[in-house]
């Protein structure tokens, strides 16, 4: 195995990291290598320890210390049947896994479609909500989604996505997605009631399905809470507004549930805690713990029901979909998941987490502390008072060069997310308990106060190309 040295040069001629902006590591910085995890815990190739607060990403709810319980049910299945495919054949595991998925799932969907991750799950959605349209005649092709919303990659999948910085390089992409409002109430008018922002909220929904067109809007997919942006939780009977307007109109709802999925907000599924009764249900990530590269689409059964006569099929497919040992890494996660009650503790812990992360409140630029279960983000700002918000540079400066790194130097592993309003998120493996909370506290506390003294010191005029100008 090459040595930590040569990690670092390897890395710099020949790996590709992903939205990472390879130019700092030519130019010489230390690139991040994590060499093992336990528990909440990760640690780096020199030897640091640091407390993942965002669950790789979003996706280890069990954490790191289940790798030979996992690792057995591979090996296993390695011997059994290392691979099969999904394509026209079926296997043990991937029975197993949907029959279980369905098991956990709201009531109602029961069909499940796998795939390798949460970008092919957003594709196979629009692709499924297409073609079922079609087994009834309708042709129907349009997607609606929100603003910042991350929704993938792929062409599809980015389409949908709503962040402009991730999309613009890529156009022209794939034609008919409209876009909405995103659901914060952080920067609404004061006096505005809860209902009066979902009643708004709900009409621009009906007004862009009308304007679209009624008859050729396919899909609306919402996360249940919205990670891009900063967690943005739904108001207040959102989403029975939002289930009202996709029946009138015949569209299909479908949660995307990557991120929410198997137990972030202590639920299994976030449609269960926002009561979303949504038609199809995207998710991959903590459906193995991120142990394996396995996402599900998640279908009703009235959405299948087209698909299980004569010769109608959905015509879709990948060759790794269901794969058996990542079905089998999926199956032995969910036994972890259920034997050490880890959606429970998300449940009993949630109300604690959030107590914890509120006393960074008390700090000038933590704007808005907001989101659900182990998911959470602070928004920040350059006045509390008028909420008004940093500039590029400002932000750029107080996100990637001190907040980021001062927050990895000090052991932490979080987020500064800047594609919306700034904002740093948390979410650490759903084992975590007041210990890693206040640990992350401790360490965010520190850092955001450093950078607010900065910005007050220099009156905001910080020297914004040097980050040691702190
Ligand atoms: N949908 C949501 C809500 C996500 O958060 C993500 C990834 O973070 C995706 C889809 C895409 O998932 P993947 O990165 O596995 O392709």
Known sequence: MAAARDLQQLARDHLWLHFSRLGEYAAGAELPVIVRGDGCHLEDSAGRRYLDGLSGLFAVQIGYSHGEEIGAAAAAQMRELPFYTNWSYAHPRSIELAAE??????????????????????????KLAREYHGSRGERRWKAISRNYAYHGTTMGALSITGVAGLRTPFEPLVPSVAHLSDTSRYRRPEGESEEAFTALLVAELEQAILRED????????????????????????????????????????????????????????????????????????????????????????????????????????????????????ALANIEIMRRERVVENVAANRDDFHRTLAQLLDIGIVGDLRGDGYFWALELVRDKETKEPFS????????????????????????????????????????????????????????????????RRSGGGVDFADPRSS
């Open 101 to 126: 998925i369905a098991e956990l799932a709201p009531e109602g969907l029961n069909r499940v479609f796998f795939v390798s991750g949460g970008s092919e799950a957003v594709e196979a959605a629009w």
């Open 214 to 329: 009624p008859e050729t809007v396919a899909m609306v997919i919402l996360e249940p809470v919205q990670n891009s942006g900063g967690a943005i939780t739904p108001p207040r009977g959102y989403f029975a507004g939002v289930r009202e307007v996709c029946d009138r109109y015949g569209v299909l709802l479908c949660a995307d549930e990557v991120i929410c999925g198997f137990g972030r907000l202590g639920d299994w599924f976030g449609s269960e805690r926002y009561g979303i009764r949504p038609d199809l249900i995207t998710c991959a990530k903590g459906l193995s713990s991120a142990y394996a590269s396995i996402g599900a689409l998640i279908a009703a059964d009235h959405v299948a029901a087209p698909f299980l006569e004569g010769e109608a099929m959905f015509t879709h497919g990948m060759t790794f979909g269901g794969h058996p040992v990542q079905s089998a890494i």
């Open 392 to 455: 590029d540079d400002e932000a750029e400066w107080l996100l990637r060069g001190l907040i980021s790194r001062r927050v990895f130097e000090a052991g932490l592993i979080c987020r500064a997310d800047d594609r919306g309003e700034p904002a740093v998120q948390v979410a650490p493996p759903l084992i975590a308990g007041q210990a890693e909370f206040d640990e992350i506290v401790g360490i965010l506390g520190e850092v955001l106060t450093e950078a607010d003294t900065a910005l």
